[in-house]
């Protein structure tokens, strides 16, 4: 079964950057698309940016678009959320899913129709 491993959360300033990985055992990620989706407190959970199997289709949502970049690396079974000129809404806890299922990016992440989950990482933006 598959595991999914957020990591590379934390504090950082407004205007700042971070790198968060997801790291997949149980199984081989490249059979799985990769959606990453943020939770703040008493909001609604997200769909930030999705990624296909191969990695040559992505989606982000309006709020991201421009200042998020996620990546793959199947050799690696890991997939990276590159987050610059952070702002405090986008302040979360991150998590990652796959879904093995026939889905676009975009549906997965609008629809957070995922079949695995990790157990997130938190981000917060302040100064």
């Known amino acids: 079964q598959l595991q999914l491993v957020e990591s590379g959360g934390g504090l950082v300033q407004p205007g700042g950057s971070l790198r968060l990985s997801c790291a997949a055992s149980g199984s081989t990620l490249n059979y799985y698309k990769i959606g990453w989706f943020r939770q703040a407190p008493g909001k609604e959970r997200e769909g930030v940016s999705c990624?296909?199997?191969?990695?040559?289709?992505?989606y982000y949502a309006d709020s991201v678009k421009g200042r998020f970049t996620i990546s793959r690396d199947n050799a690696k079974n890991t997939v990276y959320l590159q987050m610059n000129s952070l702002n405090p809404e986008d302040t979360a806890v991150y998590y990652c899913?796959?879904?093995?299922?026939?889905?676009?990016?975009?549906?997965?992440?609008?629809?957070?129709?995922?079949?695995?989950w990790g157990q997130g990482t938190q981000v917060t933006v302040s100064s």
């Open positions: 990624i296909s199997r191969s990695g040559d289709s992505t």
């Open positions: 899913a796959a879904a093995g299922r026939l889905i676009t990016t975009q549906r997965l992440c609008v629809s957070a129709a995922a079949d695995y």
